[in-house]
């Protein structure tokens, strides 16, 4: 063996045990595929487009503008909410935005990014109800709410009402409407969309807002790394005008300042 070769023996043997030990000087690359995991039946935030099957919605545009900033490619997964948070521990799912509330209970299993959103819960009953004029009048009532979130843990509260759980908020407003259920308890903007845009002339959103809460992305408690990304990631697109952009988009106003 001439030295020529040897050397290069020696340099292609270092080679392959970099690659292979993915030791080097350059950082890890960071994974190209982002997987959002979203429950997509609450609009505005995330639901189905009828004739293009894709999912849309406020959060959904974030997603992809958060990852667009970060370099990920973003990949929409539709799942339950009570799913979501079991989806991210087990790492089916890197992050969730599903209009969740960041809540202290939560945060045990799961980071949060920085609030995105102000939200809170609202009543909704049918408009020809007269009787039930805000949270207050729910003692005893028949109450419909989506599986697993927070307006499901306020109505649970409720002395003898009977709460009754569906996968999604558009179950619970469809068993008001069949008459099954004397009001729905869930958060405001949803409700505010599906009497709007649905065109709804039977439901009415009664009494004030129940709870100030706060949306945020949910994260992988283990991963630090990702949610500082993304907290950084999302104060750009604030910066920018792309979260404004969105959110008169989807809520026809402006955000209001923090
Ligand atoms: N904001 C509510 C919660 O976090 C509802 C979220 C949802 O149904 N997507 O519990």
């Known amino acids: 063996m001439n030295k020529k070769f040897k050397t290069g023996l020696l340099l292609a043997v270092l080679a392959l045990v970099f690659a292979v030990t993915g030791c080097g000087s350059q950082e890890k690359a960071a994974p190209k595929v982002l997987k959002v995991g979203t429950d997509a039946a609450f609009a505005p935030f995330e639901f189905q487009d009828e004739s293009t099957k894709e999912y849309v919605g406020f959060d959904i545009d974030l997603a992809k503008a958060l990852g667009k900033q970060m370099g990920y490619e973003v990949q929409i997964q539709n799942m339950n909410f009570d799913g979501i948070i079991p989806g991210i521990e087990s790492g089916n799912i890197d992050i969730a935005a599903t209009g969740m509330t960041i809540t202290a209970e939560r945060s045990q299993k799961v980071n949060f990014s920085k609030p995105y959103y102000k939200s809170g819960l609202a009543v909704v009953v049918k408009a020809d109800n007269a009787t039930i004029k805000g949270f207050g009048d729910l003692e005893g009532k028949k ?37 099954g259920a004397d009001a729905v308890v869930n958060d405001l903007p949803v409700n505010e969309y599906y009497i709007v845009k649905t065109g709804a002339k039977d439901a009415k959103i009664v009494g004030d807002v129940v709870s100030a809460e706060e949306y945020g992305i949910a994260i992988g408690k283990k991963n630090t790394e990702l949610t500082e990304k993304i907290n950084k990631a999302l104060d750009e697109l604030k910066k920018n005008g792309e979260y404004e952009k969105l959110y008169l988009k989807w809520f026809g106003k402006k955000p209001p300042q923090a």
């Open 143 to 179: 109450i419909a709410v989506q599986i697993g979130t927070t307006g499901a843990s306020e109505a649970k509260k409720i002395k003898n009402a009977q709460v009754r759980e569906f996968n999604s908020s558009a179950e619970a407003f469809m068993e008001l409407k069949a008459g």
